[in-house]
């Protein structure tokens, strides 16, 4: 499997924002479920966000809702998360992952990591006060 690379984090005041990219050289990332999720030390990966594979609908953690945003070109294997608003305790570091099925209806997400098969090495982000 080709793994994914994100890239995007960085050092940023609260209140500040980042644009977090995910890409998958030389793969795809069409026709499946897209995640971000988040982890600090000592502590579980936790799921942050989900888009459909059409772009259509995306589900969100409520911690994070209103403030983050995510999307995907999938003409350029891309997805993409902007967070706004950026809060000390988003510190983490951020990983994307692909969904391990083709999933539909009311349950076409997933937000446990188990549920995801390819990941990238992680970018991190460090929000100060």
């Known amino acids: 499997q080709v793994q994914l690379v994100e890239s995007g984090g960085g050092l940023v005041q609260a209140g500040g924002s980042l644009r977090l990219s995910c890409a998958r050289p030389g793969g795809t990332l069409s026709h499946i479920t897209m995640g971000w999720f988040r982890q600090t030390p000592g502590k579980e990966r936790e799921f942050v966000a989900a888009?459909?594979?059409?772009?259509?609908?995306?589900y969100y953690r409520d911690s994070v809702k209103g403030r983050f945003t995510i999307s995907r070109e999938n003409a350029k294997n891309t997805v993409y998360l902007q967070m706004n608003s950026l809060k000390p305790e988003d510190t983490a570091v951020y990983y994307c992952?692909?969904?391990?099925?083709?999933?539909?209806?009311?349950?076409?997400?997933?937000?446990?990591?188990?549920?995801?098969?390819?990941w990238g090495q992680g970018t991190p982000v460090t929000v100060s006060s």
């Open positions: 992952a692909r969904d391990r099925l083709l999933r539909g209806g009311s349950m076409w997400y997933a937000t446990q990591p188990n549920e995801y098969d390819l």
């Open positions: 888009i459909s594979w059409s772009a259509d609908i995306t």
